[in-house]
């Protein structure tokens, strides 16, 4: 990397530090099977478990707990989510709570998905009057979470697009400060884990 290239990656992350600049990821996993029939049977698979949003809190060792809630907040059971419900995410250690909601569900013969962006927490009414998103990232963040059978081989992704810190403003509420250091710091680092390990699950490398 060259000194120029440096400099500019310091300076982005600063600004992103500061809550004035995004970032996209995404993470992917792929199995590829020896016919057709197994593909598909596998693809079949990989939607259920998209969808089953409940059982992504049973992942081996470490992981955040996902817990489903309808358009008025109260807990679903494991069935097909839909646009308007939310997403209760439990990060490992005592942080504050992180809401997500889905805008958008698809589930085709080849491809499926689920695209959620941060949320208020809808059983705060005073939070979401005051217009506050109880996630650290800003509310402009998408997650997208893809499964895909391209010929005898299942693929899934996440996919990370506008992720700014939500540290700015009434959005930020109380939160700028752990917010900031949740981002920067641990989830930082466990992010790849989380999401690496969810998309080995979906094509069933891992169960």
Same mark, same amino acid.
């Given at each position: 990397?060259?000194?120029?290239?440096?400099?500019?990656?310091?300076?982005?992350?600063?600004?992103?530090?500061?809550? !004035?600049?995004?970032?996209?990821? =995404?993470? $992917?996993?792929?199995?590829?099977?020896?016919?057709? &029939? @197994?593909?598909? *049977?596998?693809?079949?698979?990989?939607?259920?478990?998209?969808?089953?949003?409940?059982?992504?809190?049973?992942?081996?060792?470490?992981?955040?707990?996902?817990?489903?809630?309808?358009?008025?907040?109260?807990?679903?059971?494991?069935?097909?989510?839909?646009?308007?419900?939310?997403?209760?995410?439990?990060?490992?250690?005592?942080?504050?709570?992180?809401?997500?909601?889905?805008?958008?569900?698809?589930?085709?013969?080849? !491809?499926?998905?689920?695209?959620? =962006?941060? $949320?208020?927490?809808?059983?705060?009414?005073?939070? &979401? @009057?005051?217009? *506050?998103?109880?996630?650290?990232?800003?509310?402009?963040?998408?997650?997208?979470?893809?499964?895909?059978?391209?010929?005898?081989?299942?693929?899934?992704?996440?996919?990370?697009?506008?992720?700014?810190?939500?540290?700015?403003?009434?959005?930020?509420?109380?939160?700028?400060?752990?917010?900031?250091?949740?981002?920067?710091?641990?989830?930082?680092?466990?992010?790849?884990?989380?999401?690496?390990?969810?998309?080995?699950?979906?094509?069933?490398?891992?169960?």
């Amino acid at each position: 990397m060259q000194p120029d290239d440096i400099i500019k990656a310091v300076k982005k992350e600063g600004e992103v530090i500061k809550g !004035e600049e995004t970032k996209d990821k =995404q993470y $992917s996993s792929e199995n590829t099977y020896p016919d057709p &029939a @197994a593909a598909n *049977e596998a693809f079949a698979r990989s939607k259920q478990k998209l969808l089953d949003i409940n059982a992504w809190s049973d992942l081996p060792g470490i992981t955040s707990a996902f817990v489903l809630h309808d358009h008025q907040g109260q807990p679903k059971p494991a069935c097909l989510p839909e646009p308007g419900d939310f997403i209760f995410i439990d990060l490992p250690g005592p942080l504050p709570e992180n809401w997500v909601r889905i805008t958008a569900v698809h589930s085709g013969e080849k !491809e499926a998905e689920v695209v959620v =962006q941060p $949320s208020y927490n809808p059983k705060s009414r005073e939070g &979401a @009057a005051r217009g *506050e998103t109880e996630h650290f990232f800003s509310s402009e963040a998408t997650s997208t979470f893809r499964v895909r059978l391209d010929g005898n081989t299942v693929s899934a992704w996440e996919i990370g697009r506008n992720e700014r810190i939500n540290n700015q403003g009434t959005e930020a509420g109380n939160r700028s400060v752990i917010n900031t250091l949740v981002a920067e710091g641990g989830w930082a680092f466990f992010q790849r884990m989380q999401w690496k390990k969810l998309t080995e699950y979906l094509v069933h490398l891992q169960d």
